[in-house]
């Protein structure tokens, strides 16, 4: 059974920093490209950052240079350090993995920017 438990979401003021964490289960997560969508209110859901098992990873333009994605495969776990957040960085924050050709997401981590 895959799971994926994300924290570390928050209130925070624009110009701070969240870092996010997902806990992966159920696969065999060394192999697995990982990511992070976000969904605002009203908003389709975007994918904000990938990577793959190599490490290679990509972002979406909106954060690119603001957020860094990366993963330790001992802890089976993938991050995603948001820096220089913006209120319109405002959104549910949800980790994602492809295993054996279904996509899978985690509950969410609520992440609020204050202006």
Same mark, same amino acid.
């Given at each position: 059974?895959?799971?994926?438990? @994300? ?6 003021? /624009? ?8 806990? /992966?289960?159920?696969?065999? +997560?060394?192999? *697995? ?10 908003? @389709?859901?975007?994918?904000? *950052? /990938? ?10 333009? /909106?954060?690119?240079?603001? +957020? ?5 495969? *001992?802890?089976?776990?993938? #991050? ?7 209120? @319109?960085?405002?959104?549910?924050? #949800? ?7 279904? @996509? ?12």
């Amino acid at each position: 059974q895959v799971q994926l438990v @994300e924290s570390g979401g928050g209130l925070v003021q /624009a110009g701070g920093s969240l870092r996010l964490s997902c806990a /992966a289960s159920g696969i065999v +997560f060394s192999v *697995a490209s990982m990511g992070w969508y976000r969904q605002a209110p009203g908003k @389709e859901r975007e994918l904000v *950052a /990938a990577i793959i098992s190599t490490g290679n990873s990509n972002y979406l333009d /909106a954060v690119k240079g603001r +957020f860094t994605i990366s993963r330790d495969n *001992a802890q089976n776990t993938v #991050y995603l350090q948001m820096n220089s957040l913006k209120p @319109e960085d405002t959104a549910v924050y #949800y980790c994602t993995t492809s295993w054996r050709g279904v @996509e899978y997401l985690g509950q969410g981590t609520q992440v609020t920017v204050s202006s």
